[in-house]
Protein backbone atom coordinates (compact mmCIF):
# COMPACT_ATOMS: atom_id res chain seq x y z
CA UNK A 1 0.00 0.00 0.00
CA UNK A 2 0.95 3.43 -0.64
CA UNK A 3 2.12 5.50 1.78
CA UNK A 4 1.00 9.50 1.81
CA UNK A 5 2.49 11.15 -1.25
CA UNK A 6 2.89 15.21 -1.32
CA UNK A 7 3.46 16.78 -3.96
CA UNK A 8 6.28 18.55 -5.11
CA UNK A 9 8.71 17.50 -2.74
CA UNK A 10 10.42 21.24 -3.14
CA UNK A 11 9.40 24.36 -3.71
CA UNK A 12 10.78 28.22 -4.46
CA UNK A 13 8.81 30.69 -4.41
CA UNK A 14 9.01 34.61 -3.97
CA UNK A 15 7.59 37.21 -1.36
CA UNK A 16 4.19 38.10 -2.19
CA UNK A 17 3.35 35.01 -4.23
CA UNK A 18 0.98 32.18 -3.45
CA UNK A 19 1.30 28.50 -3.88
CA UNK A 20 -0.49 25.36 -3.64
CA UNK A 21 0.57 21.95 -2.29
CA UNK A 22 -0.93 18.39 -2.81
CA UNK A 23 -1.33 15.89 -0.73
CA UNK A 24 -2.49 12.55 -1.56
CA UNK A 25 -3.42 10.25 1.40
CA UNK A 26 -3.34 6.67 1.82
CA UNK A 27 -5.97 4.75 0.09
CA UNK A 28 -9.55 4.53 2.10
CA UNK A 29 -8.32 7.10 4.51
CA UNK A 30 -10.73 9.85 5.34
CA UNK A 31 -8.67 12.35 7.17
CA UNK A 32 -5.96 14.63 6.38
CA UNK A 33 -4.06 16.89 8.12
CA UNK A 34 -1.35 19.50 7.63
CA UNK A 35 1.48 20.81 9.80
CA UNK A 36 4.48 23.22 9.18
CA UNK A 37 7.54 22.25 10.66
CA UNK A 38 9.70 24.91 11.24
CA UNK A 39 13.10 25.37 13.44
CA UNK A 40 12.17 27.62 15.11
CA UNK A 41 8.62 27.19 16.12
CA UNK A 42 8.67 23.36 15.26
CA UNK A 43 5.82 21.29 14.42
CA UNK A 44 2.61 23.40 14.24
CA UNK A 45 -1.08 22.54 13.31
CA UNK A 46 -2.56 24.30 10.54
CA UNK A 47 -6.29 21.81 9.68
CA UNK A 48 -7.73 18.95 9.70
CA UNK A 49 -10.10 17.56 7.06
CA UNK A 50 -12.51 15.11 6.79
CA UNK A 51 -14.90 14.03 4.11
CA UNK A 52 -13.97 17.44 2.89
CA UNK A 53 -15.60 19.83 5.85
CA UNK A 54 -12.40 21.21 7.73
CA UNK A 55 -13.18 19.86 11.21
CA UNK A 56 -10.27 21.55 13.28
CA UNK A 57 -7.87 24.72 12.65
CA UNK A 58 -4.82 25.91 14.22
CA UNK A 59 -4.04 29.33 14.49
CA UNK A 60 -2.88 30.72 11.56
CA UNK A 61 -3.69 33.77 9.63
CA UNK A 62 -6.32 33.61 6.51
CA UNK A 63 -3.75 33.43 4.72
CA UNK A 64 -3.03 29.72 4.77
CA UNK A 65 -6.12 27.57 3.43
CA UNK A 66 -6.72 24.23 2.48
CA UNK A 67 -9.41 22.04 0.95
CA UNK A 68 -10.62 18.22 0.69
CA UNK A 69 -11.71 16.60 -2.46
CA UNK A 70 -14.36 13.65 -2.67
CA UNK A 71 -11.34 11.27 -3.24
CA UNK A 72 -9.80 12.16 0.10
CA UNK A 73 -6.66 14.08 -1.66
CA UNK A 74 -6.17 17.80 -0.21
CA UNK A 75 -4.63 20.73 -1.18
CA UNK A 76 -3.57 23.52 1.03
CA UNK A 77 -2.82 27.00 -0.08
CA UNK A 78 -1.07 29.56 0.98
CA UNK A 79 -1.30 33.48 -0.35
CA UNK A 80 0.67 36.39 -0.51
CA UNK A 81 3.51 34.46 1.21
CA UNK A 82 6.11 35.72 3.61
CA UNK A 83 9.33 34.75 4.40
CA UNK A 84 8.33 33.50 7.13
CA UNK A 85 6.67 30.81 5.49
CA UNK A 86 9.68 29.07 4.88
CA UNK A 87 8.97 25.64 6.12
CA UNK A 88 8.57 22.16 5.79
CA UNK A 89 4.73 21.34 5.59
CA UNK A 90 3.42 17.86 6.13
CA UNK A 91 0.43 15.80 5.30
CA UNK A 92 -1.08 13.10 8.05
CA UNK A 93 -3.73 11.09 6.94
CA UNK A 94 -5.29 8.77 9.21
CA UNK A 95 -8.55 6.14 8.24
CA UNK A 96 -11.30 7.61 10.33
CA UNK A 97 -9.33 10.53 12.11
CA UNK A 98 -9.76 9.64 15.35
CA UNK A 99 -6.92 7.92 17.93
CA UNK A 100 -8.83 4.63 18.24
CA UNK A 101 -7.19 1.98 15.91
CA UNK A 102 -7.24 4.93 13.39
CA UNK A 103 -2.92 6.21 13.74
CA UNK A 104 -1.47 9.00 11.88
CA UNK A 105 0.35 8.61 9.49
CA UNK A 106 2.90 11.29 7.83
CA UNK A 107 4.29 11.69 4.36
CA UNK A 108 7.91 13.45 3.52
CA UNK A 109 6.82 17.07 3.60
CA UNK A 110 7.30 19.95 1.00
CA UNK A 111 9.89 22.01 1.53
CA UNK A 112 8.71 25.66 0.53
CA UNK A 113 11.80 28.17 0.37
CA UNK A 114 10.23 32.07 -0.18
CA UNK A 115 12.83 34.74 -0.94
CA UNK B 1 -3.61 26.59 25.34
CA UNK B 2 -2.50 23.65 25.28
CA UNK B 3 0.96 22.69 24.80
CA UNK B 4 4.16 20.01 25.09
CA UNK B 5 7.43 20.57 26.75
CA UNK B 6 9.91 18.56 26.11
CA UNK B 7 13.77 18.68 26.98
CA UNK B 8 16.44 20.28 24.45
CA UNK B 9 18.50 18.43 22.37
CA UNK B 10 20.52 16.74 21.25
CA UNK B 11 20.97 14.01 23.32
CA UNK B 12 24.36 11.85 23.14
CA UNK B 13 24.91 8.10 24.83
CA UNK B 14 26.55 5.21 24.19
CA UNK B 15 25.11 1.81 23.13
CA UNK B 16 23.55 0.44 25.73
CA UNK B 17 22.95 3.12 28.07
CA UNK B 18 19.46 3.94 29.41
CA UNK B 19 17.57 6.56 28.01
CA UNK B 20 15.15 8.85 29.37
CA UNK B 21 13.70 11.75 27.23
CA UNK B 22 11.30 14.48 29.90
CA UNK B 23 7.87 15.35 28.39
CA UNK B 24 5.43 17.57 30.24
CA UNK B 25 1.98 18.78 29.29
CA UNK B 26 -0.34 21.50 29.81
CA UNK B 27 -3.97 20.85 28.89
CA UNK B 28 -7.39 21.11 30.09
CA UNK B 29 -9.30 17.70 30.76
CA UNK B 30 -7.52 14.47 29.39
CA UNK B 31 -5.49 14.71 26.58
CA UNK B 32 -3.99 11.60 24.50
CA UNK B 33 -0.44 11.10 24.52
CA UNK B 34 1.96 10.26 21.93
CA UNK B 35 5.67 9.61 21.17
CA UNK B 36 6.65 9.93 17.56
CA UNK B 37 9.78 9.55 15.79
CA UNK B 38 11.11 10.55 12.89
CA UNK B 39 14.36 8.61 11.85
CA UNK B 40 17.36 10.36 9.67
CA UNK B 41 15.66 10.81 5.69
CA UNK B 42 11.95 9.27 6.84
CA UNK B 43 8.85 10.59 7.87
CA UNK B 44 7.25 11.12 11.46
CA UNK B 45 6.05 7.91 12.87
CA UNK B 46 4.03 6.38 16.00
CA UNK B 47 6.58 5.21 18.20
CA UNK B 48 3.60 4.99 21.09
CA UNK B 49 0.54 6.16 22.87
CA UNK B 50 -2.01 6.75 25.76
CA UNK B 51 -4.95 7.73 26.12
CA UNK B 52 -5.94 7.97 29.32
CA UNK B 53 -3.93 8.30 33.25
CA UNK B 54 -1.93 5.53 34.05
CA UNK B 55 -1.70 3.56 30.81
CA UNK B 56 1.60 2.61 29.40
CA UNK B 57 2.34 3.04 26.53
CA UNK B 58 5.26 0.48 24.68
CA UNK B 59 6.73 -0.43 21.55
CA UNK B 60 9.89 -1.35 20.12
CA UNK B 61 12.03 -1.56 23.70
CA UNK B 62 10.25 2.21 24.54
CA UNK B 63 7.95 3.03 27.09
CA UNK B 64 5.98 5.97 28.27
CA UNK B 65 3.45 6.39 31.45
CA UNK B 66 0.89 8.58 31.23
CA UNK B 67 1.10 10.76 34.68
CA UNK B 68 -1.85 12.82 35.14
CA UNK B 69 -0.70 13.96 38.53
CA UNK B 70 2.97 15.17 37.31
CA UNK B 71 1.09 15.84 33.59
CA UNK B 72 3.67 14.23 32.10
CA UNK B 73 4.84 11.31 29.62
CA UNK B 74 8.54 10.89 29.70
CA UNK B 75 10.18 8.17 27.37
CA UNK B 76 12.34 5.46 28.45
CA UNK B 77 14.25 2.88 26.94
CA UNK B 78 16.07 0.27 28.82
CA UNK B 79 19.57 -0.23 26.96
CA UNK B 80 20.14 2.08 23.21
CA UNK B 81 21.11 0.91 20.13
CA UNK B 82 22.44 2.93 17.16
CA UNK B 83 19.44 2.30 15.14
CA UNK B 84 17.36 4.23 17.76
CA UNK B 85 19.37 7.34 16.67
CA UNK B 86 16.76 10.13 15.68
CA UNK B 87 14.81 12.86 16.42
CA UNK B 88 11.80 12.01 19.60
CA UNK B 89 8.76 14.14 19.37
CA UNK B 90 6.03 14.25 22.02
CA UNK B 91 2.70 15.17 21.45
CA UNK B 92 -1.11 15.60 22.71
CA UNK B 93 -4.41 15.57 20.86
CA UNK B 94 -7.67 17.09 22.29
CA UNK B 95 -10.74 17.00 21.45
CA UNK B 96 -12.36 15.52 18.50
CA UNK B 97 -10.20 14.54 15.10
CA UNK B 98 -6.72 14.62 14.99
CA UNK B 99 -5.23 17.92 15.83
CA UNK B 100 -1.42 17.69 17.68
CA UNK B 101 0.42 19.94 19.93
CA UNK B 102 4.14 18.67 19.46
CA UNK B 103 7.27 19.37 21.59
CA UNK B 104 10.14 20.60 19.51
CA UNK B 105 11.27 17.39 18.84
CA UNK B 106 14.79 15.73 21.19
CA UNK B 107 17.33 14.84 18.94
CA UNK B 108 19.27 11.20 19.85
CA UNK B 109 22.44 10.03 18.94
CA UNK B 110 23.42 6.64 19.71
CA UNK B 111 27.31 5.79 19.20
CA UNK B 112 28.94 2.61 19.36
Known amino acids: KAGVTQTPRYLIKTRGQQVTLSCSPI?????VSWYQQTPGQGLQFLFE???????NKGNFPGRFSGRQFSNSRSEMNVSTLELGDSALYLC??????????????FGNGTRLTVT | GNSVTQMEGPVTLSEEAFLTINCTYT??????LFWYVQYPGEGLQLLLK?????DKGSNKGFEATYRKETTSFHLEKGSVQVSDSAVYFC???????????FGKGTSLLVTP
Open chain 1, 92 to 105: ASSLWGTEDNSPLH
Open chain 1, 27 to 31: SGHRS
Open chain 1, 49 to 55: YFSETQR
Open chain 2, 27 to 32: ATGYPS
Open chain 2, 50 to 54: ATKAD
Open chain 2, 91 to 101: ALNKGSGYALN
